[in-house]
């Protein structure tokens, strides 16, 4: 679990459900030790900072090109993106995701709102919270979308093991999508 910013307690809570043992990630020691990462939603820029000031930016983009099994929700999805149509001043990403997403595409905090969606690989629909989330404008063809919203907007992907998702799962306790990264391992 990248933790450096966002709500990393709740996907901790989430992953120990699953009888995974939560590693927080701080530093490139940290990184080395875990056989997956979530970087959860809170605020892309800051968490790309942090990452940029505790040394985990290469770290974590070397971990993801090599085949870590990545889950990023939210702001995670962002930092996975190969292009963010409207960065921050000097935000960057992590790769892994060969999209370009656009930040905050639904508006703004009173803009949030929950919704049940379909994710592919999972059983039933999964409830979903949506806050300033990004939406998948434009993706390679090696990507593969998991999620739509009823419009056709595309709100979750994935490539080989990383996979990225706009809306929240783990506020509602679900550990399903969590259980599609651990099944990755």
Do not use: W
Request: glycine content about 10%.
């Amino acid at each position: 679990m990248l933790a450096l910013q966002g709500d990393v307690r709740e996907h901790a809570v989430t992953l120990e459900k699953l009888g995974c043992n939560v590693v927080e990630v701080r530093t490139p020691a940290d990184l080395a030790s875990v056989e997956a990462l979530v970087i959860p939603g809170g605020e892309s820029t800051t968490i790309f900072k942090l990452a940029e000031v505790f040394g985990m930016t290469e770290p974590l983009r070397e971990a993801i090109a090599s085949g870590l099994p990545v889950l990023g929700t939210c702001a995670g999805l962002i930092l996975l993106a190969k292009e963010i149509l409207d960065p921050a001043s000097n935000q960057g990403s992590f790769g892994g995701l060969d999209i370009s997403v656009r930040r905050n595409a639904f508006g703004n905090q009173n803009d949030s709102f929950e919704t049940e969606l379909a994710v592919r690989g999972i059983e039933g629909e999964v409830r979903a919270a949506f806050i300033r989330a990004p939406i998948v404008e434009a993706l390679d063809h090696s990507v593969e979308v998991i999620s739509t919203l009823p419009s056709g907007q595309i709100v979750g992907v994935r490539q080989g093991k990383v996979m990225g998702i706009s809306f929240h799962p783990e506020i509602y306790g679900d550990a399903r999508v969590h259980q599609l990264l651990v099944d990755s391992i």
